[in-house]
């Protein structure tokens, strides 16, 4: 795996995903791709009003409609052209070497599943209103679908100067324990690794494997195991410390689970304020 790409989709959160893209870039020293899809489901659909015209006007509207559509799918794409060359000019301020260009009409998520072998983290922004509860968010279906490393980020992005690792001691957590510990990209940064758990000898267990793990990385590592509701007592923590990057395992539970009880992964995005990198 080698590129970093960052999903640059023209709205006001391009320019957080492309900083918080050329970050990574440059602490993984790994090349950057930006990457722009024009997806089906925003692309011009061709009209259809044969059945609403009369027979002699019907084939020069069609016409004129299909010519139309041929334009504004033009437009689209040379917004697009535009949307990624300020996206390639703020990530080469930022210190990234010819970021890479690349444009795609289809669908998003096929598109990253095509590149998924190359895709060593995938930057995206975080839209709050695409985001439900349950079954329905694009940004979702994209972190449930592909096994790459996911940065989401919010409106703005600020380099992180402390990480909390949310810990549950479950097969994923330690997955992204071990993830954190060998890879560049968190490498000098202190490390909260919060367990919301029971105070019991076996929550202390598994928070001695991860601390151990992380020292053995040479990771400056905080442990804290705390009571309460998992999500709450996560977000309290960061306040109280003042982490603005989380770390967690992505969806460890089954779809069927989330649909019925709602799925921490999910609301833990929606509710953060920093960026959350998400690990299968």
Same mark, same amino acid.
């Given at each position: =795996? ?14 957080? /995903? ?8 440059? *602490? ?66 930022? @210190? ?27 930057? =995206? ?16 279906? /994209?972190? *449930? ?18 990480? %909390? ?13 071990? *993830? ?14 919060? =367990? ?31 009571? @309460? ?16 990057? %989380?770390? =967690? ?11 019925? /009880? @709602? ?16 690990? *299968?």
């Amino acid at each position: =795996m080698s590129d970093v790409i960052a999903c640059i989709d023209g709205t006001s959160l391009s320019t957080a /995903v492309s900083d918080a893209a050329a970050w990574a870039a440059l *602490r993984l020293d790994a090349p950057l791709q930006l990457l722009h899809v024009l997806d089906r489901a925003e692309s011009p659909t061709p009209h259809d009003l044969s059945g609403s015209i009369g027979f002699d006007s019907r084939e020069l509207l069609l016409q004129e409609l299909a010519a139309l559509d041929e334009k504004r799918g033009k437009i689209a794409l040379e917004q697009g052209r535009l949307m990624l060359e300020a996206a390639a000019a703020r990530a080469v301020a930022d @210190g990234v070497t010819a970021p890479q260009q690349r444009q795609r009409h289809g669908d998003l998520i096929e598109t990253l599943v095509e590149q998924e072998q190359s895709t060593r983290l995938l930057v =995206m922004g975080k839209h709050d209103h695409h985001l439900h509860r349950h079954i329905g968010s694009r940004l979702e279906s /994209v972190v *449930r679908t592909l096994h790459a490393p996911i940065l989401v980020t919010p409106p703005t992005f600020q380099p992180p100067q402390r990480v %909390m690792i949310a810990f549950d001691g479950s097969t994923t957590s330690r997955k992204a324990v071990d *993830r954190v510990a060998g890879s560049p990209l968190l490498r000098g940064l202190p490390v909260h690794l919060v =367990m919301v758990a029971a105070d019991t000898p076996a929550h202390h267990n598994q928070l001695a494997w991860a601390r151990h793990t992380l020292e053995a990385n040479e990771v400056s590592v905080t442990t804290a195991l705390v009571p @309460g509701e998992v999500e709450r007592a996560l977000c309290d923590y960061r306040q109280q410390q003042g982490v603005d990057l %989380m770390v =967690m395992g992505a969806y460890g539970h089954s779809v069927i689970r989330r649909f019925l /009880v @709602g799925s921490t992964t999910t609301n833990m995005i929606r509710d953060a304020t920093i960026p959350v990198l998400l690990l *299968r």
